[in-house]
C-alpha cells in the first residue's frame, strides 16, 4: 500500500510540474503529437519561426510521429502562435550547442555539426561573415536569422 502512495505521489509531482499548453485551437492536438516521442515541455521549449517550426515537425514525421495533414497544419499554426519565434533570446553562436544551432537556424543535424566542427578548428566565429565561411551552411539562410545572433 505505501509503495502505491509513493509512485502516485511521484506521478502527481511529475504532473503538476509538466507545462500546461495555452489554451486555443490546436493545444490538444499538439499535446497528442508531441507525446508521442516525449514530454511536452522538450517541444515548447523552442522559440521559431514558421520555417522553424516546420522543419522540425517534418524531422519528428521523419522519426516516427503519426499525423494527419490536418492535425500537422493545425499543430503547425499553434506553435507559430503560441511559441514564436520573437520570444527567442539571441543566441550565442560561439557556445551554442548542436541542437540549439539547429532549433535557432532550422538546420539540419549534420549542418549544426559541421557548423560547431568549423567553430572549433577557427576558433570561433567573430562576426557573421565568418560565420558565413563554414562548409555545409547556407549564407542566406544565415543572413535571415542575423537579428537573433550574438558573437
Known amino acids: 500500500m ?9 506521478a502527481a509531482a511529475a504532473w503538476a510540474q509538466e507545462p500546461q499548453l495555452p489554451e486555443g485551437p ?3 492536438e499538439t499535446s497528442k503529437l508531441c ?18 517550426w516546420n522543419t522540425t515537425m517534418n524531422k519528428m514525421v521523419a522519426f516516427g ?3 494527419s495533414e490536418k492535425e500537422f497544419a493545425t499543430v503547425l499554426d499553434y506553435l ?3 511559441f514564436p519565434a520573437e520570444d527567442v533570446p539571441r543566441l ?9 544551432l539547429e532549433a535557432a537556424l532550422s538546420m539540419r543535424r ?18 557573421l561573415e565568418a560565420m558565413k565561411k563554414a562548409p555545409g551552411v547556407d549564407p ?4 535571415s536569422k542575423k537579428d537573433r545572433l550574438e558573437f
Not at 550565442?92 to 540549439?100: F, L, P, Q, S
Not at 560547431?116 to 577557427?122: E, L, P, T
Open 2 to 10: 505505501m509503495r502505491v502512495f509513493i509512485v502516485l505521489s511521484i
Open 92 to 100: 550565442n553562436v560561439n557556445k551554442a550547442t548542436a541542437i540549439e
Open 140 to 143: 542566406v539562410k544565415l543572413e
Open 65 to 67: 510521429m503519426k499525423s
Open 35 to 52: 507525446k508521442q516521442c516525449h514530454e511536452v515541455a522538450r517541444s515548447i521549449s523552442l522559440r521559431q519561426d514558421r520555417e522553424g
Open 110 to 127: 549534420s549542418q549544426a555539426a559541421a557548423l560547431i566542427a568549423y567553430r572549433d578548428k577557427v576558433g570561433g566565429f567573430k562576426d
Open 80 to 82: 507559430v502562435r503560441h
Open 26 to 28: 490546436g493545444r490538444e
